[in-house]
Structures are given as structure tokens and as C-alpha cells.
């Protein structure tokens, strides 16, 4: 981001700078080594900007910039891939009939470790580069954190993972090999890279660094990787208390916390999203985009646009999932919200209105059980600039938020001690704003934990956030509902080997030491 962030431009300078001229030839007049590049301030900078880079990169798909969605989200209860998404493995995923030859499942891991192999990289070179200590250490921190997002992803979908810490750049493709590292051993070093990132990194950023990872951000994913391990499949309790006191730390003190980050929820739903008022009290962080800048506009908003509105290019590849439940054959998240929930027709619209014509233009169906149903769209990327080019999208996609963290101690406060003061504020805070009525005392423990289950669904979903819940979430009995979720939406060859991806065969094929999760050997 060319004015705002400088991430693109850092990537596209690392390394290389060539002509087009320069490159036809075939002895180049000169060439930069390694050894030559990182010797500077703006080289370290680089460094970590080429880490940024895999968050929302084009061409092609990175893990928030569409690559979740069509490796992830579809294959969990709310989204559906639909007439525009074409490809043979995202339609096996999303019916759960996947392989470990599926492209998806290869790429979030190959695009996961090639973003730590560059973490890696600035870890080892900046250390070596003389320049301001203070930005040396910020760096630093902002490259463990990215690291730590990046292991959090992958020991959440693949299990035990190989744990890479240092420079790989070996001659031999042999030495290259590495062994599955046990997720508590992969948990240990997430946790470490966050605290310590934490330790170091600013609390907020000025223009041109705004979008850069702060000590806020380390310390609410920090908070989300306590409250995974406490949950399913690992399920080490005492980290409820974890989660609790580390989000206490991130929450702001008008909403009963001892963070200093200026943290807030925005009145208006709307503006979470709206291209307009991007990075505002909510954002913690997010993958950045620019519309009309080197290409680097988010395109799931023409992926999730209906198809054949005069004027709004859109090819209708991500749907919302439609399944039977009582009298009515068309089911969706857009039921679960109610009526007043402000957050419904942010979130969904029902139509589009041509920029060409003014017409309308939406999908009705006959459904005996709700008279004038119609088909709803995904509309949280939607950018209201860039009608002739959805593609363009400069709307970021949000890794975590306020509204997280607030549900997030909810939860855990919840699990901890019950439906305490501390854990009814943080949900109704959350609840406020959707225009819903505070949650009625008096509710038991597992009352209130399906409560923040539900609000979690439809405060985040589609944004890569519901997998993530879908198999660590468990019911009264403390048994996973990880199955049951998904057979109720009618995906019932869903079974408990799905809660983790199979290790990529191509992965497999080139290292000897790597093994299959055994479910799916």
C-alpha cells in the first residue's frame, strides 16, 4: 500500500530490482547477492514487509485474500461455493470429500510456510544490520508475530506441524526434510513470539505504518491461542484463566479492562467493514487493501456479487448454504439473525440495485414455509466506490477485532467461573451494538456458552473466523459438536477425521520424515 502501508512496494523492491529489458538478457550486467542485500535500514524494512506480503497478495490466492475462503470456510456450515466457483477441489471440500492430493489443502500449508520461511529471514538478518535500535526491535516483534499468526493457522487445521525456526537455506534438497513437531511444542513457541512481540512493539502506528502489527494486536491473538488450547481438541483448562487476564489486558477501561490501545467498538456495524472508515477503534488487525493500486483491491466482493446485474461484474462463486431444518427447506445463517439484529443486512443483502439502470435485481424461490423467500449474498467486502470493478475491493479483511476479544472473555470468563457480571458486560457490549436486548440474568453456564457460540457465528461470520469455532466448540456434556453442526446442516459424511486437514501427499512425497495425520492414511 503505496501511501498507506508501503507493504506491496517493500515486497516488489525486495530482493531484485529488474527490467523487462534486463531480464531478456542473458548475462545480466550485474546481480545482488544475499550477502550484499540486507546491509541496510530500508533493507530490514523490506524484510519484514515481504512477511505482510502473504497476507493479501494478487495475482492469485493468499490465506485472507480468498485462499480461507475457498480452502476453509466452505467446507464448514454457513457458505457454499456457488454457480461461479468451478473448481473441482473447492467443490470437493465443501462437501467434505476431500483428499490429500486437494490444490486447496496444499496451498494454505505451502502458502503458510513460505510466509515463515521469509519470518525466518528477518528474524536472522535484521539482528545483523546496524540501523535505530528501537525499529530494529519493532521489526523484530512484527516478524515473530507474523510467524506466531502463521503457526496458530497451520497447528489449527493440520495438527502436529514440522515447527521451522531458523533460515533454511541448506544444498542439499535432503537436508531440507523436517518432522512433525508436536502442537504442544508448536503452541509453546507461538505463545513465546507473541509475548515477546508484545514486549517490544508500539501501541499504535502513524501514517504510513498503519495495518503493521502493534503490542495490542500480539497480545488479542495471544488471548485467542489461550482459548483455543483450553478448548477442543487440546482441552488444557487452566488457560481459561489465561484468556481471561491476557484479554483484560487488551480491553479498554470504559468496557471494563487495562488496555491502553484505544480499543472500541464503531456505533454503526456498517463501518466495521465500509472501505471508508477502515482501520477505525475496532480494527486490532487486518490483512490490508488498496483498490486501484498495483492491483491489490480485495476481489471477494465480485466472487460473492450475484451474477448478470448490468453494470456489477460478478461471478456468484461464494454463496451462502442453504439446508433443511424443521418446515422449511431453505435454511440459512440469514434465519439465525433476529429481525432487529442490525448486523443481518450488513453482513446479507437480498438484492442489487444495477448502477446501469436502477432495477433491482435479486433471486426469489417458492418456499411454503416463508412466503417471498429469496436468495441472500455475502455482502461484508462490499465497496460502494468501485461498482464498475468489484474486484477493486480496498474493504480489509479482519484477522481479529474489538468484538473478538470482548467474546472472547466473555467465554472464557464463562468457562472459568460462570455467567459472571464481567462475562454478561463483555457479551452485551457486543450485543448493544447489533441492536439486540442484553442477555436475561439468570442463565446457566451452558446457556450462556451457546449464547456467545451464537453471537460469535453471526458477528464474524464470513470472515474466516467460523472453521476456527466449528472444531473447538463443545455442548453441555463437554463433548465436541463438531460433527453434530455439520450433519445438521446436511453434510452428515462429516465425521471427527475432519476437524483436521490431511498433510498435503505432494508434501509427504518430498519429505521422508513427514507423516500423514492417521485418519487420513
Not at 155 to 167: A, H
Not at 249 to 273: N, R
Not at 434 to 461: H, I, N, S
Request: proline share 6%; glycine share 6%; net charge neutral.
Amino acid at each position: 500500500m503505496k501511501s498507506k502501508f508501503k507493504l506491496f512496494l517493500g515486497v516488489l523492491v525486495s530482493f531484485l530490482q529488474i527490467s523487462c529489458e534486463e531480464f531478456l538478457r542473458e548475462k545480466p550486467a550485474s546481480f545482488l547477492s544475499e550477502d550484499q542485500y540486507y546491509k541496510t535500514r530500508e533493507d530490514a524494512v523490506n524484510a519484514v514487509n515481504a512477511v505482510y506480503f502473504f497476507l493479501n497478495s494478487k495475482p492469485g490466492q493468499t490465506p485472507y485474500h480468498t485462499l480461507f475462503n475457498t480452502g476453509m470456510n466452505m467446507a464448514g456450515d454457513d457458505e457454499d461455493p456457488g454457480p461461479g466457483a468451478t473448481n473441482a477441489d473447492v467443490r470437493s471440500l465443501s462437501v467434505l470429500a476431500h483428499a490429500p492430493t486437494n490444490l486447496r489443502v496444499f496451498e494454505i500449508w505451502q502458502q503458510h510456510y513460505a510466509a515463515i520461511k521469509r519470518a525466518n529471514v528477518a528474524l536472522e538478518k535484521i539482528p545483523e544490520i546496524e540501523f535505530d535500535e528501537t525499529l530494529k526491535a519493532r521489526l523484530i516483534g512484527e516478524a515473530k508475530a507474523l510467524r506466531a499468526l502463521f503457526y496458530f493457522n497451520l497447528v489449527r487445521l493440520y495438527g502436529d506441524v514440522p515447527l521451522i525456526t531458523e533460515y533454511q537455506k541448506f544444498v542439499s534438497a535432503g537436508d531440507y526434510a523436517v518432522p512433525r513437531t508436536s502442537a504442544t511444542e508448536v503452541y509453546a513457541q507461538i505463545e513465546k513470539d507473541l509475548i515477546e512481540a508484545s514486549d517490544v512493539l508500539p501501541v499504535s502506528y502513524g501514517s504510513p505504518d498503519v495495518g503493521r502489527v502493534t503490542a495490542g494486536a500480539a497480545k488479542a491473538l495471544l488471548a485467542k491461542v489461550y482459548l483455543t488450547k483450553a478448548s477442543h481438541p487440546l482441552n488444557l483448562t487452566t488457560h481459561y484463566e489465561d484468556a481471561v487476564k491476557i484479554a483484560e489486558e487488551v480491553i479498554s477501561p470504559q468496557d471494563g479492562g487495562s488496555g491502553p490501545y484505544g480499543y472500541a467498538l464503531q456505533e454503526d456495524y456498517a463501518k466495521v467493514f465500509l472501505p471508508a472508515y477502515k482501520n477505525n477503534s475496532e480494527y486490532i488487525l487486518s490483512a490490508q487493501f488498496k483498490s486501484n493500486s498495483m492491483n491489490q483491491g480485495n476481489n471477494e466482493n465480485s466472487r460473492a456479487i450475484m451474477s448478470g446485474v448490468p453494470g456489477l461484474p460478478g461471478n456468484y462463486a461464494h454463496m451462502v448454504r442453504y439446508y433443511p431444518k424443521g418446515d422449511d427447506p431453505y435454511f440459512s445463517i440469514y434465519k439465525l439473525f433476529d429481525k432487529n439484529d442490525r448486523r443481518r443486512d450488513v453482513t446479507l443483502v437480498r438484492s442489487y440495485t444495477s448502477p446501469l439502470n436502477g432495477r433491482k435485481y435479486g433471486i426469489r424461490y417458492d418456499n411454503p414455509a416463508v412466503p417471498g423467500d429469496s436468495v441472500v449474498f455475502w455482502n461484508k467486502f462490499w465497496d460502494p466506490a468501485v461498482l464498475s470493478t468489484p474486484g477493486e475491493s480496498a474493504a480489509n479483511v479482519h484477522i481479529i477485532r474489538y468484538s473478538d476479544i470482548l467474546l472472547i472473555h466473555a467465554e472464557a470468563e464463562n468457562e472459568l467461573n460462570g455467567p459472571t457480571e464481567k462475562a454478561y458486560r463483555s457479551i452485551n457490549i457486543v450485543r448493544r451494538r447489533a441492536g439486540l436486548a442484553d442477555l436475561p440474568k439468570g442463565l446457566t453456564k451452558d446457556q450462556f456458552r451457546e449464547a456467545v457460540y451464537l453471537d460469535r457465528r453471526l458477528e464474524f461470520c464470513f470472515e474466516y473466523s467460523r472453521w476456527f469455532d466449528l472444531i473447538r466448540q463443545k455442548d453441555a456434556t463437554g463433548t465436541s459438536t463438531f460433527v453434530r453442526n455439520l450433519h445438521e446442516v446436511g453434510k452428515t459424511n462429516a465425521s471427527d477425521k475432519h476437524r483436521l486437514y490431511p498433510i498435503p501427499q505432494s508434501e509427504i512425497d518430498n519429505n521422508p520424515l513427514l507423516t500423514q495425520n492417521p485418519e487420513w492414511e
